[in-house]
């Protein structure tokens, strides 16, 4: 699997309470980032991952020579979130009884496969702007230049993606969920959130939010504050999380 990276915040000493964890799968980047609009942590542990692919991914030709060593990266990905989660749970400040994942955007496509695998199954999970499969989501993103290539790399993510398709891997799990999408998301097509929804087991709670796909620029930070927000009153409704 490779060298796993993770950043943890959580209260220090520690005062012998084992506290939950919350491990949260963010945009492309390092757990800090990941981390940082979540704000106080209260008497929790947050848990941010480091992805092992690049935030700045190569285009033209060097997209094509790069393929296969991304390719074998990111099929690390749900083996590694899955062994940092069974670390985690089990370091002494840690209670193995309340562990949640939380995965935003390109979060919640690796949250069904690496749930699947975790040896410590998360009990409670956020899915947050997801979709399934991953063709439509490609060819529907609009920073891709030229548009004809959309269909091809969404042909070639499902071909040569398909392990790690939620789809293939939402109806095995168990726990309770919460679903959070975008009414107008331009980089989620509604078909592939609807399937996302539905292949997603209950207990669920669905929350549609007005606008676009979440992000972290200044003129998202009010959605986001929001999908904090409701994300940790539900995780605080639940049990799965203390109150800051």
Same mark, same amino acid.
């Given at each position: 699997l490779g060298t796993i990276g993770i950043v943890i915040d959580r209260p220090i000493p520690f005062r012998g309470r084992k506290l939950p964890v919350l491990v949260v799968l963010g945009g492309l980047g390092t757990g800090e980032r990941n981390l940082a609009p979540i704000g106080e942590v209260g008497e929790n542990a947050l848990v941010g991952y480091d992805w092992p692919i690049p935030t700045a991914m190569p285009e033209g030709l060097a997209a094509l020579a790069a393929a296969p060593e991304l390719r074998r990266r990111a099929m690390t990905i749900p083996a590694q979130i899955a062994t940092a989660i069974a670390w985690v749970a089990a370091q002494d400040w840690a209670d193995p009884d309340r562990v949640s994942l939380l995965g935003f955007s390109l979060g919640a496509l690796a949250a069904?496969?690496?749930q699947r695998l975790a040896p410590v199954a998360p009990r409670w999970t956020v899915l947050a702007y997801g979709g399934t499969p991953f063709g439509p989501?490609?060819?529907?993103n609009p920073h891709l230049k030229p548009r004809w290539i959309g269909p091809v790399l969404g042909g070639a993510a499902d071909l040569f993606l398909r392990p790690l398709e939620p789809g293939a891997h939402l109806p095995h799990l168990e726990g309770r969920f919460l679903v959070l999408e975008g009414e107008t998301d331009a980089f989620v097509p509604a078909a592939?959130?609807?399937?996302?929804?539905?292949?997603?087991?209950a207990p669920k709670r669905v929350i549609a939010f007005p606008g676009d796909h979440l992000g972290v620029g200044p003129h998202q930070r009010a959605l986001l504050e929001r999908i904090v927000a =409701?994300?940790?009153?539900?995780?605080? =409704? =639940?049990?799965?999380?203390?109150?800051?």
């Open positions: 069904p496969a690496a989501l490609i060819a529907a592939a959130a609807a399937r996302f929804r539905d292949l997603t087991p =409701e994300s940790r009153a539900w995780l605080i =409704e =639940e049990g799965a999380a203390n109150r800051p």
